[in-house]
């Protein structure tokens, strides 16, 4: 079974400049989720979607930060502009949905640093 | 309000020495679920346990075995004859249900090191 693809691995760009990460989860995964691993720290949940509704962005830098999940499947996040703090691992992650919560299933991770 | 809580922010053992990481949570719910993750040098978290509130009872996997106790919020982890491949960041993690889906949060994570 494939597990959850992100890209792209790296990404360098410069303060104000724009970026995106893709992500497609374990097939059959109703629930994804994009965190923000700063260095040192534990994830931090951005945005939880399922299907392709949002179910938690409280945390999401909304004047900067978007998330789509267009069809339910892949997902894309975007930084637009970036700032030097948004230097960090972008982890995303998928589970299943329903009444019970299940674990998650985590990509490789896309690391971003901001110049 | 959620919260984990993980004391300990590195350990370092000896090759085969028994060795346990604290997980102190915080919830309301009286249903949830907690969960322990591994994350290598490599970079990728790695599901190991989960288990839900209604179930305090210890579980064993090979060298790795998980203690929930409700009544001193923790679910503490303990790798038995430590490993140099056990060497990570392990993160214990929190999820409750709210507005019909489940909240999670990381704790802070305790990096291990084992020495050979």
């Known amino acids: 079974e494939a597990g959850v693809a992100q890209s792209p691995r790296y990404k360098i760009i410069e303060k104000r400049q724009s970026v995106a990460f893709w992500c497609n989860p374990i097939?059959?995964?109703?629930?994804l989720y994009w965190y923000q691993q700063i260095l040192g720290q534990g994830p931090k949940l951005l945005i939880q979607?399922?299907?392709?509704?949002?179910?938690?962005d409280s945390q999401l830098p909304k004047d900067r930060f978007s998330a789509e999940r267009l069809k339910g499947v892949d997902s894309t996040l975007k930084i637009q502009p970036a700032k030097l703090e948004d230097s960090a691992v972008y982890l995303c992650?998928?589970?299943?949905?329903?009444?019970?919560?299940?674990?998650?299933?985590f990509g490789p991770g896309t690391r971003l640093t901001v110049t | 309000a959620q919260k984990v809580t993980q004391a300990q922010t590195e350990i370092s053992v000896v090759e085969k020495e028994d060795v346990t990481l604290d997980c102190v949570y915080e919830?309301?719910?009286?249903?949830?679920?907690l969960f322990w993750y591994k994350q290598p040098p490599s970079g990728e978290l790695v599901f190991l346990i989960r288990?839900?509130?209604?179930?305090?009872q210890n579980e064993i996997s090979g060298r790795y075995s998980w203690n929930f106790q409700k009544s001193t919020s923790s679910f503490n982890f303990t790798i038995t004859a430590s490993q140099v491949v056990d060497s990570a960041v392990y993160f214990c993690?929190?999820?409750?249900?709210?507005?019909?889906?489940?909240?999670?949060?990381f704790g802070t994570g305790t990096r291990l090191k084992v020495l050979a």
């Open positions: 992650a998928s589970s299943l949905a329903g009444v019970l919560s299940y674990e998650q299933y």
């Open positions: 919830t309301r719910d009286t249903t949830y679920y």
């Open positions: 993690a929190l999820s409750e249900a709210a507005s019909g889906t489940y909240k999670y949060i």
């Open positions: 288990r839900n509130s209604f179930d305090e």
């Open positions: 979607f399922q299907n392709n509704g949002v179910v938690d």
């Open positions: 097939s059959g995964h109703a629930t």
